[in-house]
């Protein structure tokens, strides 16, 4: 079953935070993120086990909450080229499922 | 420049043709996967490999829709006949294993006339 993805579109001034947010209805092993620029190839941001962890890297960080079945990105002091879609995946076994994406979009 | 190579970049035939694409994973990832995009969704999963094995096909339309992976290294799928519908990006991934970092060649833009 495909994950949920919220929002389905943002747009921030350059310096302003964001959270994505993304959910399933079945119990998941972990979560992938990806981001995807306009015609161009998705690129893995980062996995999340089951455990609750919460990774990072520079200005962009998510959390993985197993009991809820959720986990958000966090993208801190936003950068233009943080623009672009971002996909999560979900894997209940070994295949991922991807979210239908949220547009974000940073603005001067 | 993506690492996972693909080709054709771009095709354009009629309905009723055959259409053919190439995949050549990461050297050294064993799982490899196909799927399609339609603008605005998400990659959507229609065939994943552990080496030349099929593991998962469970969304692949097999009445025209046919892939292999013969010694477990590059792919191809094939569309035969295609449809107007098909009409989507074609991406290509690999990963070292299943449930690891994917990453993706530049895909194949598929216009059905």
């Known amino acids: 079953q495909q994950p949920v993805q919220s929002p389905q579109a943002v747009i921030l001034r350059e310096g302003e935070d964001a959270v994505i947010n993304c959910s399933s209805s079945?119990?998941?092993?972990?979560v992938h993120w990806y981001r995807q620029k306009h015609g161009e190839a998705p690129v893995f941001l980062m996995i999340?086990?089951?455990?609750?962890e919460q990774k990072g890297h520079e200005k962009i960080s998510a959390s993985f909450n197993e009991k809820k079945q959720q986990s958000s990105l966090y993208l801190t002091a936003s950068q233009l080229s943080y623009s672009g879609t971002y996909f999560c995946?979900?894997?209940?076994?070994?295949?991922?499922?991807f979210g239908p994406g949220t547009s974000l979009s940073v603005i001067p | 420049e993506a690492e996972v190579a693909q080709s054709p970049r771009y095709k354009i035939t009629e309905k009723s043709q055959a259409v053919a694409f190439w995949c050549d994973p990461i050297?050294?990832?064993?799982?490899l996967y196909w799927y399609r995009q339609i603008l605005g969704q998400g990659p959507e999963l229609l065939v994943q490999?552990?080496?030349?094995?099929?593991?998962?096909d469970s969304q692949l339309p097999k009445d025209r829709f046919s892939a292999e992976r013969l010694k477990g290294v590059d792919s191809t799928l094939k569309i035969q006949p295609a449809e107007l519908g098909d009409s989507a990006m074609y991406l290509c991934?690999?990963?070292?294993?299943?449930?690891?970092?994917?990453?993706f060649g530049d895909g194949t833009r598929l216009s059905i006339l």
């Open positions: 991934a690999s990963s070292l294993t299943a449930n690891q970092p994917q990453h």
């Open positions: 079945k119990a998941l092993y972990s």
């Open positions: 999340l086990l089951k455990g609750g």
């Open positions: 995946g979900t894997t209940s076994y070994d295949k991922v499922i």
């Open positions: 050297s050294g990832h064993a799982t």
């Open positions: 490999f552990q080496d030349e094995s099929v593991v998962d």
